[in-house]
Nanobody
Framework: QLQLVESGGGLVQPGGSLRLSCAASGFFALDYYAIGWFRQAPGKEREGVSCISSSGGSTNYADSVKGRFTISRDNAKNTVYLQMNSLKPEDTAIYYC????????????????????WGQGTQVTVSS
């Protein structure tokens, strides 16, 4: 059973930056898993933000965050990161990381139903 723990959320002013971390522990090493970051704002459905393949060779971003967010992984540390720059009030949400055991799919796929393991989420609030 894979366990995921997010950290790094908080309150930041518009234009600021945060780096979220997703630390994984479990039976298989993290490099067996594709990872996704999703978010859910109050009153809205959860949406995919960014995803990365198990190899790290493919990444995927929502149009709303392209050019501002960067996903990366350090398999040696069993951690995936989401660097968020130029934050906007509309980025306010609970951010979740999720994982699926998959070493064959080359492309990063940000489809929520694909992911089997979820963290508890970390709150990101962008406000002046």
């Amino acid at each position: 059973q894979l366990q995921l723990v997010e950290s790094g959320g908080g309150l930041v002013q518009p234009g600021g930056s945060l780096r979220l971390s997703c630390a994984a522990s479990g039976f298989f090493a993290l490099d067996y898993y594709a990872i996704g970051w999703f978010r859910q704002a109050p009153g809205k459905e959860r949406e995919g933000v960014s995803c990365i393949s198990s190899s790290g060779g493919s990444t995927n971003y929502a149009d709303s965050v392209k050019g501002r967010f960067t996903i990366s992984r350090d398999n040696a540390k069993n951690t995936v990161y989401l660097q968020m720059n130029s934050l906007k009030p509309e980025d306010t949400a609970i951010y979740y990381c999720a994982a699926v055991l998959d070493i064959t799919t080359v492309q990063a796929i940000c489809v929520e139903r694909r992911y089997d393991y979820w963290g508890q989420g970390t709150q990101v609030t962008v406000s002046s």
